[in-house]
């Protein structure tokens, strides 16, 4: 009898036809099932009449990974995990502020702007920025201390370095050595001594007197006084006080964001760590660390930690209706209603006496933060609001009377010991000789007059810059109180009121005839802890990183080698502004197809 094909089916013994090559099934099989059943692990042989199959060469190597393509993929997964998780990314932040504590040190040389200071720079700032930038997108699986941890080594890292990205810090030395010798930085420039750290000090600030308040004079005074004459040991002093004000943000900052409701990690990820604060406070020793802390705890002294509490009138004396009430009784209740009445008078007035000691409290702490720098005073309408808590004006007077008492006496304590007073408002006046395009009415000015040049008038290029600067003060001016009246209307929001003064001083910064990046610090400080959406946060993260990289690692800034430019650049912002909110107002003028 002749086999059939393999592809036929073939009897079995039980009767039925199974395919060929295929095992019969359980039910069909008349064997035992542990009679002649190939194990698992013993090799099948072929049939007879199939061929054997030859032997087949090894693979070689090349074949082994390419039959493999996963391996490469998987070992790649696992880099890319390891870089990008948070230990990597602490450790590339780490790498980065290393390298720019390396390039503080390489632009004191003969070559502070030379190729390679400047590469050190680059490197380390990119890299600081992305793994700063990488934290913040993984704060949701970073634990407060990991973050904490990452943050600190960090700050040791820089707090290591010379003076980075401004040469600021030496020149508050000299004016503290103006202080230490009992002359006036108010009506004497560095150069009166002359100082001993003179050639630290760019020419330009030789002969400018102090713009700062008699807090800060008094803070460097003591820092040039306790150096010994020694540079490194008055920068090292500095140094100390700008970490104090960053510890100030994040405790005060914390306090701030649980009234607010605000996640105080993603807060302190903002507002404490970012490449701005890490390059200008903690290695640049800008006394505007000090100036965000005090204005951050002023907030979060300011704001009403729960409504006072007390027995309402309707409460007082109510009857049971259907129910007869006996003289006696009806005595009694308006004796309890008396009573009650009196408690709610009281509480009352308790409630305005704490608010009263909170507003002077927050008072003078803006009062301190007046004592380093004046501009902050345009936060101070924001706190007396955010103290009332009430949009009515009578409230809003009171408590503005009592946050001025308290500013009037945080400034005092040390303007009128010294007898600097209000000396720095004569030394205003010389800040805005400094002419660059980070200031968008100096931008504008700018480029008018190149406009002016380039038609043969070179003499009206100050005049136009002089009038822009105007414009912006005035364009200042209504915008804060714009911001102001809609702080008002949200008073109930009280996490809306301290945004509203975050955007405020951002605006002061911004429209301001002169600015540079590390005025930034206290408008980002009191917006991260205020801002609640990730996606605001991110992009106030993303512009805080990229302002890292405006001035060269020895204080030059990128402003003054790409006038030009920049001035263009502010023209085409302010033009786009102004398109955009005309535009905004026609749309919401036109009437609608309902309104004909």
Not at 125 to 149: F, H, M, N, S
Not at 158 to 178: E, I
Not at 331 to 344: E, F, I
């Amino acid at each position: 009898m002749v086999d059939p094909p393999p592809h036929q089916a073939r009897d079995t013994p039980g009767g039925t036809r199974t395919p060929t090559g295929t095992a019969p099934s359980a039910t069909s099989d008349p064997r035992p099932p542990d009679i002649d059943r190939p194990h698992a692990s013993t090799p099948r042989t072929p049939p007879s009449d199939q061929p054997v199959p030859a032997p087949q060469p090894p693979v070689p190597c090349a074949s082994a990974q390419s039959a493999r393509p996963g391996a490469w993929r998987q070992a790649a997964g696992r880099t890319k995990a390891a870089v990008t998780g948070t230990t990597g990314l602490g450790a590339l932040g780490l790498i980065g502020a290393a390298q720019l504590t390396a390039a503080s040190y390489l632009a004191r040389g003969a070559h502070p702007r030379g190729v390679p200071t400047v590469t050190v720079w680059l490197l380390g700032t990119i890299l600081l920025g992305a793994a700063w930038l990488g934290l913040g997108r993984r704060l949701d699986r970073l634990p407060t201390r990991r973050l904490l941890v990452i943050g600190l080594s960090w700050v040791a890292t820089l707090a290591a370095s010379a003076p980075l990205a401004s040469r600021d810090g030496y020149a508050y030395a000299c004016q503290g050595a103006l202080v230490a010798h009992r002359v006036s930085p108010y009506t004497h420039g560095i150069a009166a001594l002359p100082c001993q750290w003179l050639h630290a000090v760019p020419e330009l600030w030789w002969r400018t007197p102090a713009p700062y308040g008699p807090l800060w004079l008094l803070l460097s005074g003591g820092a040039a006084a306790g150096s010994g004459g020694h540079l490194g040991v008055a920068i090292a002093l500095l140094r100390v006080i700008a970490l104090a004000g960053v510890a100030l943000i994040a405790w005060a900052g914390h306090r701030l964001a649980v009234r607010l409701g605000v996640d105080p990690r993603r807060a302190a990820w903002l507002g404490v760590l970012s490449p701005l604060v890490l390059v200008h406070a903690v290695s640049g020793v800008h006394n505007d660390a000090l100036l965000a802390g005090f204005v951050v705890a002023g907030f979060a002294v300011a704001i009403r930690p729960g409504s006072a509490g007390g027995i309402g009138p309707a409460a007082a004396g109510r009857a049971v209706p259907g129910r007869a009430v006996p003289g006696r009784a009806l005595l009694g209740q308006a004796g309890a209603g008396q009573a009650a009445a009196g408690q709610v008078a009281a509480g009352r007035a308790t409630a305005w006496w704490v608010a009263a000691s909170r507003a002077v409290a927050a008072g003078a702490l803006l009062g301190l933060a007046v004592g380093v720098k004046a501009t902050v005073l345009v936060v101070l309408p924001f706190v007396v609001l955010l103290a009332a808590g009430d949009r009515r004006w009578w409230e809003i007077a009171r408590t503005a009377l009592a946050t001025c008492l308290g500013l009037a006496a945080g400034y005092a304590v040390f303007a009128v010991p010294s007898g600097y007073g209000l000396g720095w408002l004569g030394a205003l006046r010389g800040t805005t000789d400094l002419i660059q395009w980070t200031s968008l009415p100096t931008g504008l000015g700018m480029t008018a007059g190149y406009l002016a040049r380039a038609l043969g008038r070179p003499d009206l290029a100050t005049p136009a810059l002089a009038a822009a600067r105007v414009a912006g003060l005035l364009v200042l001016a209504a915008i804060l109180v714009a911001l102001w009246l809609r702080a008002r209307s949200r008073v109930a929001q009280p996490r809306s009121v301290v945004a509203a003064a975050g955007a405020a001083m951002v605006a002061t910064v911004l429209l301001a005839p002169v600015a540079f990046p590390w005025y930034l610090l206290a408008p980002l400080a009191v917006l991260a802890y205020s801002v609640s959406t990730d996606r605001v946060r991110y992009r106030l993260g993303l512009a805080a990183a990229v302002l890292a990289l405006f001035v060269l690692p020895d204080g030059s800034g990128l402003a003054a080698l790409t006038k030009l430019p920049g001035a263009l650049l502010d023209t085409v912002v302010i033009v786009t502004v102004l398109v955009v909110v005309l535009r905004h107002r026609a749309g919401r003028a036109t009437p609608t197809a309902t309104e004909w």
